[in-house]
């Protein structure tokens, strides 16, 4: 986590995270085994398919054909004027010169490449119908309603939603909805999140806090909050989430410019030579018809990877929002699978984060009893749960302690920048308790001593993977408080997964250096960094992308956005601050940091998706050149015989065939790509292997024997 108290864990002065609805998750036992690739949580999302999604991509299709959309699939686009042309051939035969083709087969070839472009439109908007029927149900959270808001002379006055603008105040009560994104600026109430989390456990949102941050759409189920709006109409975080997810709004992701790049210079490529080839033809004494030549350039042109790029990458971003992360964008999905480093916080990530006070432990001459009275007073006023657990476990020891004293007295918040908290007591003295080095530099600044024995003591907390705070009043030292925290099961298996992805794990913690040593080699990450600030985060980020890497974190907190902003893929929690949210390029609305971990592999199966069915979409290009090529020359040069290693029936069978796989194969792998391709963590040797050998040899067969079967079905029609 990377509130307040992160930062606290940060600089060796652990606050740990409260029991709150909110952290539900995270305090419960990690399964590595509650996701699926496919359908996000187990059991807890209706699968997104049913009849009416089919039937409106089925409608979308036809409209797609509009060639001012077609356009933007090049390779699709050249199908869809063959379909034009060789309907005009179906009409007018000789439109374009004398034929001697028959109409019907000038018919069959139209009807084919319809099916095909089609076909290829379904799939696309078969993705983009997942994503706006998410869409839709966001959009049932928002609609109109009112906000009790503060005018300038503090009056409240009844407005619309629409009418807020930022830096607007208002006051919501139980049972309200939240009219707009913003930070509560006064008072603590539980939320209803789920029309957007889908979580039914209410959260708990108060002021002052790095889980202040409220969404619009939301409610208010019990108290009142005050609330600063800190976004104007139209830029809520509601509304950048229906348009993300609609999938017709998504922008392309580099890869996916590259490899459409590719594909349409193979179909310029292809087009040259299909356009240049009738001058071969006529010197050999034989001219090729424009349906053949048309039904060549089909063939030859990828269109399989064409039909089903675009859907791809919706059904990945799809796949993401299913699993209850808001990718700002497809490149941060498509960056997710290249990562080669995850930064992860320890405290509510790699560990519960349940740091409770489990011990006094006194150093030098001091007695239990002077500690733990101590210890009490500096903890009265501290609402951290460390300060409530410690205060717990006094109760729990029958110590006791005198609480007029600090009556009067001034707490002494915890900053960053001293490492400590306490109180100052109405007759001078001072109490702190903190960081141990922390500690021992304020003592030697009053000309106190440290206890011979605090080191070793201290070194021994660490060594058994607590965190040591120190207690001390004015100049003298009175001891250490143990705290306790404990890894999550099965974290050094998921981390064992990562490294066999060639993914390298960097554990970052305020501990010192033998806390963080010990929670380190329990989790088994690959690295740690002790005593980490902020900045240090930074600064092991800005390393890794320097030798080449692509680098993801975790955070919630407005001392992460940088670090968010600077990662390749930032991982913001939902429950976090508006700055978190805005520098991440993802959100995690179940504000569950061990999901960067699933994020990853979600990635990857994108990745994976699309590279295997390239590879097999190149791959069944080669059974169509075997298919049709002999059977254009086959008259004019009988040795092209040698080539028809299918042996199909006749030459006007073998084109026919060829074109009817071409188009069938479209639908056949569209659940494929709205899927994915299953992603087992492996090595990227064995990931190609794995890929040619599936996909780059089945790519070549499946073709041979689809081919072959369709032409022993039209012999007996021809």
């Not at 807890?44 to 356009?71: H, T, Y």
């Not at 941050?213 to 009142?224: H, M, N």
């Not at 490294?499 to 690295?527: H, Q």
């Not at 991440?584 to 940091?593: C, E, G, H, T």
Request: hydrophobic letters at 45%.
């Amino acid at each position: 986590m990377m509130s307040k108290q992160a930062v606290m864990e940060r600089e060796n002065v652990t606050s740990f995270p409260e029991q709150r609805n909110n952290e539900k998750k995270i305090e419960e036992p990690f399964q590595h085994n509650d996701f699926d690739q496919n359908n996000g949580h187990k059991g807890g999302k209706k699968k997104m398919m049913d009849k009416n999604m089919i039937a409106q991509a089925m409608k979308e299709s036809f409209i797609k054909l509009d060639p001012r959309k077609m356009v933007k699939n090049p390779i699709m686009f050249v199908v869809e004027i063959g379909f034009f042309i060789t309907l005009v051939l179906s009409f007018v035969p000789n439109a374009f010169g004398r034929s001697s083709v028959e109409p019907w087969f000038n018919i069959a070839v139209t009807l084919i490449l319809l099916f095909t472009v089609l076909f290829a439109n379904f799939a696309e908007a078969l993705a983009e119908g997942r994503g706006k029927a998410q869409a839709d149900s966001l959009k049932k959270s928002k609609k109109e309603m009112t906000a009790n808001r503060l005018n300038k002379s503090g009056k409240v006055e009844q407005v619309a939603s629409t009418d807020l603008r930022k830096g607007d105040i208002v006051i919501v009560s139980q049972g309200e909805m939240i009219p707009g994104d913003g930070e509560v600026i006064e008072g603590l109430a539980s939320v209803d999140e789920s029309a957007i989390t889908g979580e039914s456990a209410p959260v708990i949102k108060e002021a002052g806090g790095d889980f202040n941050s409220v969404t619009g759409g939301t409610r208010v189920v019990s108290d009142q909050i005050k609330v600063r709006i800190t976004s104007d109409p139209g830029e809520s975080f509601l509304d950048r989430m229906i348009s993300l997810v609609e999938g017709a709004e998504r922008q392309k992701t580099p890869n996916e410019i590259a490899l459409n790049t590719v594909l349409t210079s193979l179909t310029l490529i292809f087009m040259i030579v299909v356009i240049t080839l009738p001058l071969f033809t006529n010197y050999l004494g034989f001219q090729l018809e424009i349906p053949v030549l048309i039904a060549l350039l089909v063939c030859l042109i990828p269109t399989t990877i064409g039909g089903l790029l675009s859907a791809i990458g919706i059904a990945g971003m799809d796949r993401v929002t299913q699993f209850n992360v808001l990718a700002m964008s497809g490149k941060a999905v498509e960056a997710a699978g290249d990562i080669n480093t995850i930064i992860l916080d320890k405290t509510g990530t790699i560990t519960f984060g349940n740091r409770m006070a489990s011990d006094f432990i006194p150093v030098g001459q001091e007695r239990l009893d002077e500690l733990a009275h101590w210890v009490a007073i500096s903890s009265l006023k501290d609402e951290t749960p460390e300060g409530r657990s410690t205060l717990e476990l006094i109760r729990k020891k029958d110590l006791s302690f005198n609480e007029s004293v600090a009556s009067g007295g001034q707490f002494i918040e915890f900053k960053a920048e001293t490492r400590m908290s306490g109180m100052d007591l109405a007759d001078g003295r001072k109490v702190r308790k903190g960081a141990v080095d922390a500690v021992k530099k304020w003592v030697s600044s009053q000309g106190g001593t440290v206890p011979r024995d605090l080191e070793e003591k201290t070194n021994q907390i660490s060594r058994e993977g607590g965190t040591p705070l120190a207690v001390a009043v004015d100049n003298r030292i009175y001891g250490l408080i143990y705290l306790k925290d404990t890894v999550k099961p099965g974290m050094r298996e998921r981390f064992e997964q990562l490294r066999r992805m060639g993914i390298k794990t960097v554990m970052c913690t305020g501990d010192n250096p033998l806390t963080a040593a010990t929670i380190a080699k329990e989790a088994g990450v690959d690295e740690f960094i002790a005593e980490c600030k902020p900045e240090d985060k930074i600064e092991v980020i800005k390393y890794e992308q320097s030798q080449g890497k692509l680098v993801a974190m975790t955070g919630d907190g407005t001392n992460d956005a940088p670090a968010l902003a600077q990662a390749d893929v930032g991982l913001a929690m939902n429950s976090g601050t508006t700055a978190a949210k805005e520098a991440a390029n993802m959100v995690d609305l179940d504000s569950n940091p061990t999901k960067i971990i699933e994020v990853v592999s979600i990635g990857k199966q994108l990745l994976m998706t699309r590279g295997a069915l390239t590879t097999f979409s190149i791959a069944n290009d080669i059974a169509k050149y075997f298919a049709i090529i002999p059977a254009m020359f086959m008259i004019a040069i009988p040795e092209m015989e040698m080539l028809n290693i299918m042996k199909l029936d006749s030459p006007i069978s073998a084109i026919l065939s060829a074109l009817i796989f071409n188009a069938v194969i479209i639908p056949l792998l569209i659940p494929l790509a709205m899927k994915g391709v299953s992603y087992k963590p492996m090595s990227s040797d064995a990931l190609l292997r794995r890929n040619l050998t599936v996909y780059g040899l089945g790519g070549v067969w499946v073709p041979f024997i689809g081919i072959k079967l369709i032409d022993v079905v039209m012999s007996l029609f021809i």
